[in-house]
T-cell receptor, first 111, second 115 residues
Framework: GQNIDQPTEMTATEGAIVQINCTYQ??????LFWYQQHAGEAPTFLSY????GLEEKGRFSSFLSRSKGYSYLLLKELQMKDSASYLC????????????FGKGTTLSVSS | DVKVTQSSRYLVKRTGEKVFLECVQD?????MFWYRQDPGLGLRLIYF???????EKGDIPEGYSVSREKKERFSLILESASTNQTSMYLC??????????????FGPGTRLTVL
């Protein structure tokens, strides 16, 4: 079967760095996605990893280790607007382009 | 600007009613998806479609059906709505090929309440 785990909630302060972890179990791994979802809004794409290593995009970076079934999303220089849910999702060969989502991590940024 | 639209933001229906949720995308995407999102359960895939008239079951298809008569439109049907189908329903679309990232673009969601 497939399983994706991420912490339910995290808190941090403005200007800090936060790391949101995601572990997964799936057969035929074919990519891992991170999405951001503000309350009451649709998820929006943040990052994609299919090979091991770090992908950097401005204040956000995402890391993947396929052998460990592990990824993290790193958010630097946190801002209040980063308060949102962060969704980890995995694609596998059996499901084509369909994604299996984790339950999401709600991040609260305080001043 | 890419866009996925859903017919309603809020919908209230009665138990036993037949409910249609419509989704339209203007990006000429081959793939379309229907998810439901519930607190503590996250996003769960109901059905998806790779092409017109084609459909695949996701993780929780029971109680739902879908229709894809045109490439840009993907409908979710609740044949006989029940209270446990009260949820936020999200539609998404993506390009056809499983190459690169081909991110999914989401619509704004329909919050359905079944009384």
């Amino acid at each position: 079967g497939q399983n994706i785990d991420q912490p339910t909630e995290m808190t941090a302060t403005e200007g800090a760095i936060v790391q949101i972890n995601c572990t997964y179990q799936t057969s035929g791994f074919n990519g891992l996605f991170w999405y951001q979802q503000h309350a009451g809004e649709a998820p929006t794409f943040l990052s994609y990893n299919v090979l091991d290593g770090l992908e950097e995009k401005g204040r956000f970076s995402s890391f993947l280790s396929r052998s460990k079934g592990y990824s993290y999303l790193l958010l630097k220089e946190l801002q209040m607007k980063d308060s949102a849910s962060y969704l980890c999702a995995v694609r596998n060969n059996q499901a084509g382009t369909a994604l299996i989502f984790g339950k999401g991590t709600t991040l609260s940024v305080s001043s | 600007d890419v866009k996925v639209t859903q017919s309603s933001r809020y919908l209230v229906k009665r138990t036993g009613e037949k409910v249609f949720l419509e989704c339209v995308q203007d990006m000429d995407h081959e793939n379309m998806f229907w998810y439901r999102q519930d607190p503590g359960l996250g996003l769960r895939l109901i059905y998806f479609s790779y092409d017109v008239k084609m459909k695949e079951k996701g993780d929780i298809p029971e109680g739902y059906s879908v229709s894809r008569e045109k490439k840009e439109r993907f409908s979710l049907i609740l044949e006989s709505a029940s209270t446990n189908q009260t949820s936020m329903y999200l539609c998404a679309s993506s390009k056809g090929q499983v190459i690169s990232y081909n991110e999914q673009f989401f619509g704004p969601g329909t919050r359905l309440t079944v009384l």
